[in-house]
């Protein structure tokens, strides 16, 4: 679905950007996939940092729209907004859904649109089905299916994540009002990009799912079912689900489980 409130929004400062730099307008390709070493069609096995080894026969993710900025925000700044400071240098603003399972370029159902300069040094993805600020966000973001054991103890799991009116959390500080938008749960940013859009070439976005389990200690999951689930609750008691969402919106080095790369 098409981000059209916040793309309204950025239209002027893409363009505003062309228009000061020099840089020509272009319209690109882009695509999404798992990491280069999964094999589609197989679960992605892998040991954890916690010592788990974890089979995914399912990982899906619904990435909304993707955006590249030109500058790093700073730490405290704007803490209301959800539009980085700086200058935006291209946008992807419609989505899809992602088998994290595949290595596959799996492309953006519409072509991006860019600057050839400045260089791109951050980038958001967004995590959301709807427009970006609507409370309500039903369908699931993130689908995984997998097994854990470690030790013996066995650990068949699955996960529903959505984000919506259920990551909300009340807040009674009147100073604080509005300074936490539902759009905060659903842009994953500054994610390191340095990329610099050319007039050949696409944009490549890899995400890697096993980032999402660091830390995550499967032996906390609750019961469901015949199996264990992780929680889709704003403050879960279980560790397992509370740092499964928190990797989901990880941005920082190689923890970060998106990586975005021009391709020639």
Same mark, same amino acid.
């Given at each position: 679905m098409k981000s059209l409130t916040f793309a309204a929004a950025l239209a002027p400062m893409l363009l505003s950007c062309v228009g000061t730099t020099g840089g020509e307008t272009i319209s690109?390709?882009?695509?999404?996939?798992?990491?280069? %070493?999964? &094999?589609?069609?197989?679960?992605?096995?892998?040991?954890?940092?916690? +010592?788990? *080894?974890?089979? =995914?026969?399912?990982a899906k993710l619904h990435v909304g729209a993707v955006y590249l900025n030109r500058s790093v925000p700073v730490s405290g700044v704007g803490v209301t907004s959800c539009i980085l400071p700086g200058t935006?240098?291209?946008?992807?603003?419609? +989505? #899809?859904?992602?088998?994290?399972?595949?290595?596959?370029?799996?492309?953006?159902?519409?072509?991006?649109?860019?600057?050839?300069?400045?260089?791109?040094?951050?980038? &958001?993805?967004?995590?959301? *089905?709807?427009?970006?600020?609507?409370?309500? %966000?039903? =369908?699931?973001?993130? &689908? =995984?299916?997998?097994?854990?054991?470690?030790?013996? /103890?066995? $650990?068949?799991? #699955?996960?529903?994540?959505?984000?919506?009116?259920? #990551?909300?959390?009340? *807040?009674? /500080?009147?100073?604080q009002a509005g300074a936490y938008p539902i759009c905060k749960e659903r842009i994953v940013s500054p994610i390191p990009a340095r990329v610099t859009l050319k007039a050949?070439?696409?944009?490549? =976005? #890899?995400?890697?799912? $096993?980032?999402?389990?660091?830390?995550?200690?499967?032996?906390?999951?609750?019961?469901?079912?015949?199996?264990f689930a992780f929680t889709d609750v704003a403050m879960p008691k279980d560790q397992a689900s509370r740092n499964l969402y928190a990797n989901l919106h990880g941005t920082t080095g190689s923890n970060s489980p998106y990586s975005f790369e021009w391709v020639p």
């Open positions: 690109f390709e882009a695509s999404v996939s798992g990491p280069s %070493d999964a &094999q589609a069609g197989k679960p992605l096995e892998f040991v954890s940092d916690l +010592g788990w *080894n974890v089979s =995914l026969s399912k935006y240098v291209a946008e992807i603003t419609e +989505g #899809r859904d992602v088998d994290l399972l595949s290595p596959e370029p799996q492309p953006f159902p519409e072509m991006g649109v860019g600057a050839t300069t400045p260089p791109a040094i951050v980038g &958001q993805v967004w995590l959301t *089905n709807v427009e970006i600020d609507k409370a309500e %966000d039903p =369908l699931p973001i993130l &689908q =995984l299916v997998g097994a854990a054991d470690k030790d013996g /103890d066995s $650990r068949p799991f #699955r996960a529903a994540i959505t984000i919506g009116s259920n #990551r909300t959390i009340a *807040n009674t /500080d009147a100073t050949a070439g696409s944009l490549s =976005l #890899r995400i890697d799912p $096993r980032k999402f389990f660091l830390n995550v200690d499967f032996s906390s999951l609750p019961p469901s079912g015949d199996g």
